[in-house]
């Protein structure tokens, strides 16, 4: 082999040729790349100066382009360099450019396939022999998809009669109308609506809206551009060239580029919606991190401190079992649970008060029998990730119990954990929203009015409450608002008053009662920005751009 080309005939190899040639791959010359790369260029500078040559040559002696599309066609351009060009000139307002929009037709990529091959029941009509074909041997004859389509629409037209062992033709001759009349849009030529609706039945072609441009001469027009000076140079000055130069005019109502910036996430978005300073605050915020803010905002509004929710990792027994929730209940199964293998378990725990709670489980106390049950230390040591920020508000209520009494309300909006199976409504990893009033001789109306107010305040005003279950609130309600997009009641939260038999052992006196709610953040978030996929709200595959470009809402269902 002397050279890689011939002057005549393909290059061919023999095997052997190929088993002992020492092959090597050789890597591009970064060199050769950058002169294709510059070529490239000096191409479409070229084709631009055309186009700006052939604009403003005819405009000299014609008032208007009425159509980009029609003109750039009969000029040999490429239409998307003319579009370049008349933007620019637009801009030095040598033209006067006006948006035109067509409604059009193109062809899938099925219909350019039948443009090439012919229709389905074309192909199959002509497989077919005079004295026809067992059914088996044409299905062997053409492709699967072929076949089955062809044979529906040459029944449909009556070409040929499929027998159940036997097709034969029932005509001797046919035309392909599907391929023509696709070639007829492919050409950019009209075609009836009857015929439209059939390929579009069939999903051959597609709308598609084109967009081009009708121009006028502009107030700077001239059959040829003058080169214009974007920056006034320090060498400019100097030469004292400037006089004689002509500068680009500023266009004052053109958008400067995004500021670079750092963009808080969706869920911390809200908490700013009440603050004085919330424009100046949410200039960079996204949704999550916004409906986050928010809430925040309107649990201060109501005189809510926030509870300290930095740690993740929990003991049982703040999680389950200083909440009255029994060791056997399922939600502390493995299937529910992350628990932690190192540590495995946590070595603080205030003996006096575990024995209170153990106690309550097995036996009862204040009015209660209890669970029945042999309760085991070893359950309530070993350390999880904690699924609900209930367990803050445990020791939260625990640590107020030993001291004398002083009202208070609390909050918490902080991430949560759950062995779940990751879908498009639920995550293992979520956030969760908790609040609390502790006071003296509470009742359920107390619990009612706050939920109102809280909801209210959130763009919530229809609500209905339906009774529940939780191990550590009795009286439990699960609360509706009724979402006017979806056109029916929405379960956004829990609520209920604390047990006495979680109260009591922790020390807080006995006319003390506490009312609670919780819900997610996710789902209300989901809802107010139209996300139908938690996993595109929070976790590794949230889309940075939606963080950078969501609006600022306010959070109401």
């Known amino acids: 082999m002397e050279s890689g080309h011939q002057a005549h005939g393909p290059l061919t190899f023999s095997p052997s040729v190929l088993c002992s040639y020492p092959w090597t791959v050789k890597p591009v010359n970064s060199a050769i790349l950058f002169f294709f790369s510059r070529e490239r260029e000096r ?20 008032d208007e382009i009425s159509d980009s599309g029609q003109f750039a066609s ?52 002509l497989a077919i022999p005079p004295e026809g074909i067992p059914k088996e041997e044409l299905q062997k004859k053409l492709d699967p998809s072929v076949f089955k389509i062809g044979s529906a629409q040459a029944a449909k037209r009556k070409w040929v009669e499929m027998g159940k062992q036997l097709v034969t033709r029932k005509i001797q001759h046919v035309e392909d109308e599907v391929k023509s009349l696709l070639l007829q849009i492919q050409d950019g030529q009209a075609i009836n609506q009857d015929e439209i609706k059939a390929l579009k039945a069939r999903k051959l072609i597609v709308p598609q809206t084109w967009k081009g441009y009708s121009v006028k001469k502009g107030p700077n027009y001239a059959p040829k551009r003058k080169k214009v000076a974007t920056d006034l ?25 995004p500021i670079e910036s750092g963009h808080l996430h969706p869920l911390l978005k809200a908490r700013t919606y009440f603050h004085h300073n919330f424009l100046m605050e949410v200039a960079f915020l996204s949704n999550i991190k916004l409906v986050r803010h928010q809430l925040k905002g309107i649990f201060r509004q109501m005189g809510f401190e926030e509870m300290p929710t930095n740690n993740y990792v929990e003991s049982s027994f703040w999680n389950f079992d200083a909440l009255f ?41 204040y009015q209660s029998r209890g669970y029945g049950y042999d309760w085991k230390r070893e359950e309530a040591d070993k350390n999880l990730l904690r699924t609900h920020t209930t367990a803050v508000s445990s020791r939260m209520l625990y640590a107020l119990a030993q001291k004398p009494f002083v009202p208070k309300k609390y909050y918490s909006i902080d991430r949560v954990f759950r062995n779940e199976a990751v879908d498009r409504t639920h995550l293992a990893e979520f956030h969760q929203i ?12 107390d619990l009612l009015g706050v939920l109102k107010e809280f909801f209210s305040r959130l763009g919530m005003s229809k609500l209905r409450f339906k009774p529940a279950y939780n191990p550590y609130t009795e009286p439990s309600m699960e609360i509706f608002s009724y979402h006017e997009g979806l056109g029916k009641w929405v379960e956004i939260g829990n609520s ?7 109260l009591l052992p922790m020390g807080l006196p ?8 919780g819900l997610s953040l996710e789902r209300p978030t989901m809802i107010l920005y139209g996300i139908d996929n938690i996993r595109d709200l929070f976790g590794h595959k949230v889309d940075l751009g939606l963080i950078k470009k969501n609006s600022i809402c306010r959070l109401g269902l």
């Open 43 to 62: 191409e479409r500078e070229r084709e631009r100066a055309m186009a700006e040559e052939a604009i403003l040559g005819y405009l000299e002696s014609k």
């Open 233 to 257: 140079t320090r060498e400019n000055l100097q030469r004292g060239d400037w006089k004689e130069l002509e500068f680009k005019e500023y266009n004052f109502s053109a958008k400067g580029l």
């Open 510 to 517: 006995e006319d003390v009662r506490v009312i609670a709610w």
């Open 434 to 445: 908790e609040g609390l009033v502790c006071d003296r001789g509470l009742a359920l109306g």
């Open 74 to 125: 009969e000029r040999g351009l490429d239409h998307n360099e003319v579009v370049n060009v008349i933007k620019s000139l637009h801009g030095f307002r040598y033209v006067v450019a006006q948006d035109i929009k067509r409604e059009m037709w193109m062809l899938t990529d099925e219909g350019n396939a039948y443009t090439v091959t012919g229709s389905p029941e074309v192909q199959l009509f």
């Open 496 to 502: 209920g008053m604390f047990r006495p038999e979680m």
């Open 325 to 365: 929730q029994p060791q056997q209940h399922p939600a502390r199964d493995s299937h529910d649970t992350f628990f932690l293998q190192v540590p495995s378990t946590t070595k603080q725990l205030p003996e006096d008060y575990v024995e209170r709670v153990k106690q309550i489980h097995e036996s009862g106390g």
